[in-house]
């Protein structure tokens, strides 16, 4: 039984040495060279007597990035991505708490990181890439890892401002990537698309499968992801028959008609999650792929990527959601209502996670830390941690898991208890709608909408009231040239609310100039 990740890359080397492994399109890294530069790096970390501690790996997406976790991890340590697009405000937050003796960065990233607080050690890769291997040593490290030591540490959003960093180990990386690939019948001829940057752990969708099967992983430019038909060609030209996509990058191919001019012909496994699909938008990916497999997946960070899936296997109408189906093998979900006792079918509930893939928490927040990684509620025989994800879900008529929305993302409005999720879903139903995000003003007690598509605002709201009832109706619908979104690829709530506090602020202004005049 493996207790390493590495014991993937070992095993593979041997099989599949030459064969190209992590791609951008332009540089490539074969099996042999990843094995060969993470031994490299995790040899300079023992020489320098940095052990079991957090590495940060600020550099740009590369190939060389991913060796880099590699050779962390053989040093017995456990990365942590930071990029250049993240805020300054939020890295300077992140080694706050991390503390870090060193910071990992390729020359481009190092004459940024010169600028960071602390007292980090900055060391450029392309300097110890090539150090002499003592793989003795690294044989010592990897026998004395346990499957619960920590591999990575990603930092998500906090209520706070403050950003959490999750801690995964060994044995929650290893059963979610067994079980996603079993799901996703990932093989040794899979050729992955990555889509997601790779501070984020849903690039985890390809790293390890590739490095387990012998697979190879394209790190998709990101750029791209701003111009469909490159995207689709990009796609086309290196014959990428598996992605592993959050919904919106799927969205932008499919909204804009790219299909009317070219297809991704090699394209047979599809995988999405993060955001409810609007069902017009995946009746269009299965017109263009017909022969296609699509999979929805549902997880958050906590559980270690993803942890329920749903093989679309069924046509949806327009106003159904797909489902996210069942747990993955070796997980259980329970549907706790507000008073901890289990949902009933058809009522809803908070989405909660047992099992090994649950993480080890946040790192240095042991308070955040015990508020949603809590004891079993319906075990009260011994100690047993389930994850809260702050989901609300609900079984439907045919016994599949559907997710409803973010308990933040439900308010009382009117008297009524309203799930802003209900109405984004209704909105991305209509003709002409590319995307929608609702947020809730609580000081005026206003429903906001914001929107791309061609539908004017007051036709929109229209259709609204043929669709939902008096109350869920916006007060305020405003249309967008181009939704904001969250690095990794999520509709960007933030801005949104941003965007309504300045127009608010523009209209109070210009309302106390006409009472002047």
Not at 235 to 255: E, G, K, Q
Request: charge should be negative; proline fraction near 5%; charged fraction near 25%.
């Amino acid at each position: 039984m493996q207790n390493n990740v590495l014991d993937y890359l070992d095993e593979t080397v041997l099989k599949v040495p030459e064969k190209i492994a992590f791609s951008n399109g332009t540089e490539d890294m074969t099996f042999m060279q990843v094995d060969r530069e993470s031994r490299a790096v995790g040899t300079w970390l023992h020489k320098r007597g940095i052990y079991r501690k957090p590495v940060v790996v600020f550099m740009n997406k590369h190939p060389k990035e991913v060796t880099a976790f590699f050779g962390v991890i053989r040093g017995g340590c456990f990365y942590v991505p930071i990029d250049e697009e993240m805020p300054r405000v939020r890295i300077d937050l992140i080694l706050s708490n991390l503390q870090p003796e060193m910071i990992l960065c390729d020359r481009q990233t190092a004459e940024i990181a010169e600028s960071f607080s602390g007292q980090m050690e900055i060391v450029l890769y392309d300097e110890i890439c090539n150090t002499e291997i003592d793989n003795e040593a690294l044989r010592e490290i990897h026998d004395r890892v346990i499957d619960t030591d920590p591999i990575y540490v990603v930092f998500t959003s906090g209520s706070t401002g403050v950003p959490k960093g999750v801690a995964a180990c060994h044995r929650s990386v290893l059963d979610y990537i067994e079980h996603l690939s079993e799901v996703l019948e990932f093989n040794e001829n899979t050729i992955f698309g990555n889509q997601t940057p790779l501070y984020f752990d849903a690039c985890l969708k390809e790293l390890y499968p590739t490095i387990k099967y012998g697979a190879t992983t394209y790190l998709i430019p990101r750029e791209l992801f701003m111009m469909p038909l490159k995207l689709v060609e990009f796609l086309n030209t290196y014959r990428i028959n598996t992605v592993c996509w959050v919904v919106s990058a799927l969205t932008f191919i499919s909204a804009f008609d790219t299909f009317k001019t070219v297809v991704p012909e090699y394209l047979h496994t599809v995988a999405f999650g993060s955001e409810v699909f609007p069902i017009k938008q995946f009746k269009r990916w299965r017109e263009a792929l017909p022969h296609a497999k699509f999979t929805n997946l549902y997880g958050p960070t906590e559980g270690t990527g993803m942890c329920c899936y749903y093989k679309v296997e069924r046509d949806f109408e327009l106003d159904e959601v797909i489902p996210i189906g069942r747990p993955f093998a070796n997980t259980d979900i329970l549907l706790l209502k507000e008073d901890n006792t289990p949902a009933g079918r058809g009522e809803t509930g908070e989405i909660c996670i047992r099992g090994t893939s649950l993480t080890l928490g946040y790192y240095n927040n042991f308070e955040k830390t015990s508020e949603v990684f809590v004891q079993n509620p319906l075990n009260t025989a011994y100690p047993e941690l389930i994850y809260r994800t702050g989901d609300l879900g609900r079984i439907n008529a045919a016994g599949e898991l559907v997710f409803v929305s973010r308990k933040d993302y439900q308010i009382k409005h009117m008297g009524h208890r309203i799930e802003l999720g209900e109405i984004e879903v209704n909105v991305n139903m209509l003709e002409g709608i590319k995307s929608s995000g609702c947020i809730y003003d609580l000081a005026k007690g206003k429903i906001v909408l914001y929107y791309v598509g061609e539908t004017e605002e007051k036709e929109l709201v229209a259709l609204l009231k043929e669709k939902l009832p008096r109350y869920m109706i916006p007060n305020y619908v405003r249309r967008l040239e181009q939704m904001p979104l969250t690095a990794n690829g999520k509709i960007d709530r933030v801005t949104l609310t941003k965007y309504h506090q300045e127009s608010t602020r523009e209209v109070s202004q210009e309302t106390s100039r006409k009472e002047k005049r």
